[in-house]
């Protein structure tokens, strides 16, 4: 079964520094893997997707995502951190099924000044 | 578009009342989702529509829980009776197509106390 697994439940990153944070996947075929972020009494929002071809993907507000088979790793970075990126941030993989998205627990950043 | 549209946003209650959450889709979407938060078991999937027929109802976790979608604007999710361990926060979603081709658009979810 798929699963996803993100090992940092909380970050502090200090503004201006460099974020990376980490995703793992199981999966046996080709994933389809997302991130996702959740401000404070917000919905989900979507900040990037993996489908095929390059494996560093971009998404909005800056952030990008490097996919690596070989380490079944997704994760997410971004080379200056604001503010306001302060939320929890999720990971997730789909298979080509089209059943729904599993998500992994979250990792909280904070952003320190 | 407004975006998916939840209420109430809070809810509390006592164990043994029935609640009812509802959401609105985005105008559209075939397809809604419904998703449970806890700190224990992250973000949950309990059941998803596909125009307005309930199509896997694997993650809903006991009959206590019912979902319906009379319509492509309206859905509701319904826990009766309610207990202490249904405490989360419940999202709709909605989307045009399954993932991964289609985004998903969440809710700002219904935070649910049952004391």
């Known amino acids: 079964a798929q699963s996803v697994t993100q090992p940092d439940i909380h970050i502090t990153v200090s503004e201006g520094a460099s974020l990376e944070l980490r995703c793992n996947y199981s999966?046996?075929?080709?994933?389809?893997l997302f991130w996702y972020v959740q401000s404070p009494g917000q919905g989900l929002q979507l900040l990037l997707k993996?489908?095929?071809?390059?494996?560093l993907v971009q998404g909005i507000k800056g952030f990008e995502a490097e996919f690596k088979r070989s380490q079944s790793s997704f994760n997410l970075r971004k080379p200056s951190v604001h503010w306001s990126d302060a939320a929890e941030y999720f990971c997730a993989v789909s298979n080509q099924a089209g059943t729904a998205l599993i998500f992994g627990k979250g990792t909280t950043l904070s952003v320190s000044s | 578009d407004a975006g998916v549209i939840q209420s109430p946003r809070h809810e509390v209650t006592e164990m043994g009342q029935e609640v009812t959450l509802r959401c609105k889709p985005i105008s559209g979407h075939d397809y809604l989702f419904w998703y449970r938060q806890t700190m224990m078991r992250g973000l949950e999937l309990l059941i998803y529509f596909n125009n307005n027929v309930p199509i896997d109802d694997s993650g809903m976790p006991e009959d206590r829980f019912s979902a319906k979608m009379p319509n492509a604007s309206f859905s509701t999710l319904k826990i009766q009776p309610s207990e202490p361990r249904d405490s989360a926060v419940y999202f709709c979603?909605?989307?045009?197509?399954?993932?991964?081709?289609?985004?998903?658009?969440f809710g700002p979810g219904t935070r649910l106390t049952v004391l």
């Open positions: 993996y489908f095929s071809g390059d494996t």
């Open positions: 979603a909605s989307s045009l197509e399954l993932p991964p081709a289609g985004e998903q658009f």
């Open positions: 999966y046996g075929a080709t994933p389809y």
